[in-house]
């Protein structure tokens, strides 16, 4: 038996979903710990694609159960929605193979009008969030006034306890947003039908991740968004509402931290981040343009462009820090092709000082200028490399680079979105 988390090393899209679903075959589980539908997981099988939001990636594989655990919140309508689109494309034929924490707190029609409301209120200093009510509902859960999967079950409170909730966010949202008011009635109307419809998905999923690893078998976890969008840990205020670091998994699906074996962060080749906050190595001009073509950096969730530019050691080891890596995979290395000269951030100036270390504070980070180093680029595609050792030696050179610079090693190499598009140096679910 292995465990293995499976996170974001930089402002997430980093290309989880294809190392999940390239993963999967060796797991039984697939658990998914915080985060919400703001998550979009792109994967590519046979030339199909499919994008997830909520389900976990692994959905794909059949020989897994996919884990919804308790530290995710859960809009009902899409999670639906997908299980509906997966039953259609016949890739989901049994319900146990897809198990939701009874425990997992709801985002409801009053937390995406929050969070729209909010991010049109705030004009120049919005989050750029995904507008899926994801912070207003997590700020409900510690608020101790959530909704939960389970009370969707609860078919006696329900009505109550949607009206008290729904009075004091049509609260904020007349009085103080101007917006308009949410009807409680047809929130419980409609809870009563999610609630039927989700009834053979709803689980204690503690219990089941326990049977999993009683009886020996591999748990991937499967993290969303990435470090630097971690509430604690991440470019704040310009961060999602969840935890997102590799610790999380323990609180959010109900595991403890004497149970992981081994943690893999998963970058880009180069870095990306959709929505506002400070980004170092940001390349505003055509060589980020030029990025974004070519790795087509557009939003799985919300179609926006996302800012391009350089790779961040400075940022990969902070990652490395707080989430105690013990492997890497890097992806689209691919799109680095043909690019002439690469640059990889090794240190920060921040106001004349030179640091190797992620700053502390958002106007530190937002005044870091990067401190170079560059490659030759290599030029031959490399999408039908299928070993290391048929890299071209400026990309084995670029790869060994990064494990110096961030002293882990670089297990998974992706050179291409499909699922065999992807170089393997080792066994990712070894014994730790
Ligand atoms: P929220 O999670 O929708 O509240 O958005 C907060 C910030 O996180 C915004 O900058 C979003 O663009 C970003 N974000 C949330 N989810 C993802 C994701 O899955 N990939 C990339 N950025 C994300």
Not at 108 to 123: G, V, Y
Request: aromatic fraction near 6%.
């Amino acid at each position: 038996m292995t465990t293995l988390v499976a996170v974001g090393a930089q402002w997430g899209d980093e290309g989880k979903g294809k190392i999940v679903d390239w993963l999967a075959p060796q797991a039984q589980l697939v658990v998914r710990f915080h985060g919400g539908n703001n998550a979009g997981h792109t994967l590519v099988v046979e030339g199909e694609q499919t994008i997830l939001h909520v389900v976990p990636a692994g959905i794909l594989d059949p020989g897994t159960v996919n884990v919804i655990g308790p530290g995710v919140v859960v809009d009902p309508t899409v999670l639906l929605g997908e299980l509906a689109e997966l039953e259609r494309r016949g890739a989901l034929r049994d319900p146990s193979r897809v198990r939701v924490s009874g425990r997992a707190h709801l985002i409801l029609p009053w937390h995406t009008a929050l969070d729209k409301a909010r991010e049109e209120a705030a004009r120049k200093r919005a989050i750029g969030t995904t507008g899926r009510g994801i912070g207003p509902a997590y700020e409900d859960k510690v608020a101790r006034r959530g909704i939960r999967v389970a009370d969707l079950l609860r078919v006696e409170d329900l009505r109550e306890a949607i009206h008290r909730v729904a009075e004091q966010k049509n609260f904020e949202l007349v009085e103080f947003y101007r917006w308009e008011a949410v009807d409680p009635e047809h929130v419980y109307a409609q809870a009563l039908e999610l609630g039927r419809q989700l009834e053979p998905y709803v689980d204690h999923t503690e219990r089941t991740l326990e049977s999993a690893l009683r009886e020996g078998k591999n748990v991937l976890f499967e993290g969303a968004q990435g470090t630097f969008l971690d509430i604690d840990h991440g470019t704040y205020p310009y961060v999602t509402s969840s935890n997102c670091v590799a610790g999380a998994v323990c609180a959010g699906a109900g595991i403890g931290p004497t149970r992981i074996d081994r943690v893999l962060g998963i970058t880009k080749a180069y870095t990306t981040r959709v929505g506002g906050g400070p980004f170092p190595t940001e390349e505003t001009g055509a060589l980020g343009e030029k990025l974004r073509a070519v790795g087509a950096e557009f939003g799985a969730t919300t179609g926006r462009p996302r800012r391009c530019g350089w790779l961040d050691a400075v940022m990969l080891r902070e990652a490395a820090t707080v989430n105690g890596f013990t492997q890497l995979a890097i992806n689209k290395l691919d799109v680095l092709a043909g690019m002439g000269e690469l640059r990889i951030a090794t240190a920060y100036r921040v106001n004349g000082k030179l640091t190797h270390e992620f700053p502390m504070t958002l106007s530190e980070i937002e005044s870091a200028e990067p401190v170079y180093e560059t490659h030759e680029a290599w030029a031959e595609d490399i999408s039908s490399c299928r070993r290391y050792e048929e890299l071209p030696d400026a990309a084995r050179r670029y790869i060994e680079r990064v494990e110096a610079l961030v002293g882990v090693p670089v297990e998974l190499i992706s050179i291409g979105p499909g699922r065999d598009e992807t170089i393997s140096r080792t066994e990712p679910f070894r014994p730790a």
